[in-house]
């Protein structure tokens, strides 16, 4: 299985992302943000509002929220 590494969008660490897929959610481990996978090729990820909640919404926003 395929492993692809990106930049947190925060702090820029490094997050491994072993076998990605939409919906995958991933923490860094530099600043412990939360990160969902919202598309994987290009790889994008969004901020996971709300880890308890299972619902992955298959929202293919691009727009960052300011
Ligand atoms: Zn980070």
């Given at each position: 299985m395929a492993t692809l590494v990106t930049a947190c969008p925060i702090c820029e660490g490094l997050i491994e992302l072993r076998?990605?897929?939409?919906?995958l959610r991933v923490e860094c481990p530099d600043c412990q943000g939360l990160w969902m996978v919202t598309?994987?090729?290009p790889l994008k990820l969004e901020v996971a509002?709300?880890?308890?909640?299972e619902t992955i919404r298959a929202?293919?926003?691009?727009e960052w929220p300011r």
């Open positions: 076998d990605p897929r939409k919906g598309s994987v090729s509002l709300d880890m308890e909640n929202d293919p926003s691009d």
